[in-house]
T-cell receptor
């Protein structure tokens, strides 16, 4: 099946730092979504992207749909303790219903 | 704010037993999904459901699995004869309205097969 490469696998940062993570695919996606998952809970939708080149913000979060439609990145500015968690990218191929998820980026914030 | 709910939060069952996981999607959504997440791994798509029938399923969704919308609010996943490797978190999701491709996930059911 379709594979998404998400990097980095984990990030150790200081509070207040900016964060950047990305996903790449060998195939084209029509939709990119970014989710955050806290331990023992379901993924929470952060940002949805629909067009190549689209740049969308949600508070301190900014995500972009790559021009080639094969990649996306998520930036978090001025990180705070509650940003800790696992961030997943997810893509939807044309004609498909199901999302393909990346393996996640584990964000750890050091005080 | 509307949300997807799931019951039970944790289900323990013996190998070979049948389990039914229940979900109440967001009320005005028309598309429903089941995903699973084995501990420490990524979320994997199982099945999507629209207009009272399966619209897409993955290779994981074999004959042991079935889905049903028994009434106007519930959406269920049945595993006919559980195996040890079915142990995972199972997430229900729904989408619909103007944001058709934005899938909202429930809190999950942790299934433990012993």
């Amino acid at each position: 099946g379709q594979q998404l490469n998400q990097s980095p696998q984990s990030m150790f940062i200081q509070e207040g730092e900016d964060v950047s993570m990305n996903c790449t695919s060998s195939s084209i996606f029509n939709t990119w979504l970014w989710y955050k998952q806290d331990p023992g809970e379901g993924p929470v939708l952060l940002i949805a992207l629909y067009k190549a080149g689209e740049l969308t913000s949600n508070g301190r979060l900014t995500a972009q749909f790559g021009i080639t439609r094969k990649d996306s990145f998520l930036n978090i500015s001025a990180s705070i303790p509650s940003d800790v968690g696992i961030y997943f990218c997810a893509g939807r191929e044309g004609g498909a219903d199901g999302l393909t998820f990346g393996k996640g980026t584990h964000l750890i914030i050091q005080p | 704010e509307p949300e997807v709910t799931q019951t039970p939060s944790h289900q323990v069952t013996q190998m070979g037993q049948e389990v039914i996981l229940r979900c109440v999607p967001i009320s005005n959504h028309l598309y429903f999904y089941w995903y699973r997440q084995i501990l420490g791994q990524k979320v994997e798509f199982l099945v999507s459901f629209y207009n009272n029938e399966i619209s897409e399923k993955s290779e994981i969704f074999d004959d042991q699995f079935s889905v049903e919308r028994p009434d106007g609010s519930n959406f269920t996943l049945k595993i006919r004869s559980t195996k040890l490797e079915d142990s995972a978190m199972y997430f229900c999701a729904s989408s619909g309205g103007q944001a058709l491709y934005e899938q909202y996930f429930g809190p999950g059911t942790r299934l433990t097969v012993t």
